[in-house]
């Protein structure tokens, strides 16, 4: 058997649980899994002493281009991306132009193509002006899916009333991913932003703007029979009203709300720690983990949302919200692997068997014959500590600067292409748009 790569002695995290194996693979495919004995490959990786995983999925990432290149563009993004181990990433619609048509959805993959380190998918942002074209912009080649932005958002990209909500719901079948903030009462709070300082960020946007807008979707949501992904919740209270709409209703969490809590973040941190939803108390940290303890939690994603130095230090509320998180998700959950917060197969779940399998996405998030070839390699002993020097994201800064991990990515491959290894970056880009499920024959 030809091989083009052959990976020997990883600690393989998979279906089979976790046990030393080696890895085949050809044309960008897992073509055998086990003691492979004496293959021989054009290239062959001992990765002893290496955990390896599914290629990690962050379907949630905010990489500005086109419109806002100065934070972050496709390139930037992507390479932080790989870099922190991460295979594959859905891009959000919140750009200028909005990604709510055909053409812009399109001319973003056109940019992706021969630039993005990491493969990729793109949502198409809802409007009120696009509702009726939304069953056809869904399943256009590289489409993610659609979203939703409950609260606050760029251009037209609001849907705050529920007529056009069900509407939005009602025209089309692919699963719609939620940012669940309610606009009715952001509006009415907005004074409370005005005085305090960045403090005061989770008393404006409050447990209850959140837990509103959830109740109202998932009613939507049981109404229509639409299947909804619950972006970044953050608090107890919805992960208890979410756990009785499982059957329509997945959820996910970030490392930035897993690891954070207020009011030692905003006094460490200051507008680096403002984010919507925001971080919050330790209470619902605590919460969020009990759900995911559970099984409510069904994705981490990074919600990579990056700004300026210049722009974050700006006095509260003229700060933007939004923190890079792309690079450092993996080190993060993996250093919560290490100090007992979940397990090494829950962390596989979570970052990539998870996003496949809620997004049906095809070919990915399993190590399994037949399946793209897409590892992330980890060094699970590894002690470090992130600084700025490591960080690709063009804004240059992360909340977690200066924070010491055990645990570190040391290896990157995306269809079998070793994009990055040992720190060093690959010559050329190779991704290539996400195929899902549901769109095979559209393609």
């Given amino acids: 058997m030809t091989l083009d790569l052959l990976i020997r002695n990883a600690v393989c995290v998979s279906h089979n649980g976790v046990e030393l194996a080696d890895i085949a693979v050809r044309d960008g495919i897992i073509v055998a899994l086990g003691h492979l004995g004496h293959a021989e490959a054009a290239e062959v990786i001992n990765a002893n002493g290496l955990h390896l995983f599914p290629g990690v999925i962050d379907t949630q990432v905010?990489?500005?281009?086109?419109?806002?290149?100065q934070k972050e563009d496709l390139e930037s993004g992507s390479r932080a991306a790989v870099m922190g181990g991460v295979t594959t990433v859905f891009e959000m619609p919140n750009t200028k132009p909005a990604t709510s048509t055909i053409k812009a959805l399109k001319d973003k993959i056109q940019r992706a193509t021969g630039r993005m380190w990491?493969?990729?998918?793109?949502?198409?942002?809802?409007t009120a002006g696009n509702v009726s074209r939304l069953a056809n912009l869904e399943r256009q080649p590289g489409c993610a899916g659609i979203k939703i932005f409950m609260g606050s958002s760029t251009g037209d990209l609001l849907v705050a009333e529920d007529e056009v909500l069900e509407k939005v719901l009602a025209n089309g079948t692919r699963r719609i991913a939620?940012?669940?903030?309610?606009?009715?009462?952001?509006?009415?709070?907005?004074?409370?932003?005005?005085?305090?300082?960045?403090?005061?960020h989770p008393v404006w946007r409050d447990e209850q703007t959140a837990i509103l807008a959830t109740e109202r979707i998932l009613r939507i949501a049981r109404k229509t029979g639409r299947r909804i992904h619950v972006l970044?919740?953050?608090?107890?209270?919805?992960?208890?009203?979410?756990?009785?709409?499982?059957?329509?209703?997945?959820?996910?969490?970030?490392?930035?709300?897993?690891?954070?809590?207020?009011?030692?973040?905003?006094?460490?941190?200051?507008?680096?720690?403002?984010?919507?939803?925001?971080?919050?108390?330790?209470?619902?940290?605590?919460?969020?983990?009990?759900?995911?303890?559970?099984?409510?939690?069904?994705?981490?994603?990074?919600?990579?949302?990056?700004?300026?130095?210049?722009?974050?230090?700006?006095?509260?509320?003229?700060?933007?919200?939004?923190?890079?998180?792309?690079?450092?998700?993996?080190?993060?959950?993996?250093?919560?692997?290490?100090?007992?917060?979940?397990?090494?197969?829950?962390?596989?779940?979570?970052?990539?068997?998870?996003?496949?399998?809620?997004?049906?996405?095809?070919?990915?998030g399993r190590l399994a014959v037949g399946y793209d070839a897409d590892f992330t390699l980890?060094?699970?002993?590894?002690?470090?500590?992130?600084?700025?020097?490591?960080?690709?994201?063009?804004?240059?800064?992360?909340?977690?600067?200066?924070?010491?991990?055990?645990?570190?990515?040391?290896?990157t491959f995306v269809r079998g292409n070793k994009v990055v290894w040992e720190g060093a970056l690959a010559e050329t880009p190779v991704g290539q748009p996400v195929r899902f499920q549901e769109t095979l024959g559209h393609e």
């Fill in 62 to 69: 905010h990489f500005r281009e086109p419109g806002a290149e």
């Fill in 178 to 200: 939620i940012h669940a903030e309610d606009e009715g009462r952001l509006i009415e709070r907005k004074a409370l932003a005005e005085t305090g300082g960045v403090a005061q």
């Fill in 232 to 364: 970044h919740v953050t608090t107890e209270d919805e992960m208890a009203i979410l756990a009785a709409y499982k059957d329509i209703a997945t959820v996910e969490v970030t490392p930035q709300h897993l690891t954070l809590s207020a009011p030692d973040c905003y006094e460490e941190l200051g507008s680096y720690a403002q984010m919507n939803p925001p971080i919050r108390d330790e209470r619902h940290r605590q919460g969020l983990w009990k759900a995911l303890a559970v099984g409510i939690v069904d994705v981490i994603g990074s919600d990579h949302a990056p700004h300026e130095k210049e722009m974050k230090a700006k006095d509260y509320p003229a700060s933007p919200s939004g923190m890079p998180g792309v690079q450092t998700l993996v080190p993060l959950m993996i250093d919560h692997v290490n100090k007992g917060n979940l397990s090494l197969e829950r962390f596989m779940d979570l970052t990539s068997a998870g996003p496949a399998r809620v997004f049906n996405i095809a070919g990915k």
């Fill in 378 to 411: 980890i060094d699970l002993k590894k002690k470090w500590v992130i600084e700025e020097d490591w960080l690709q994201s063009k804004c240059g800064w992360s909340p977690f600067t200066g924070r010491q991990i055990v645990g570190k990515p040391v290896g």
């Fill in 118 to 126: 990491c493969d990729f998918a793109f949502y198409v942002g809802a």
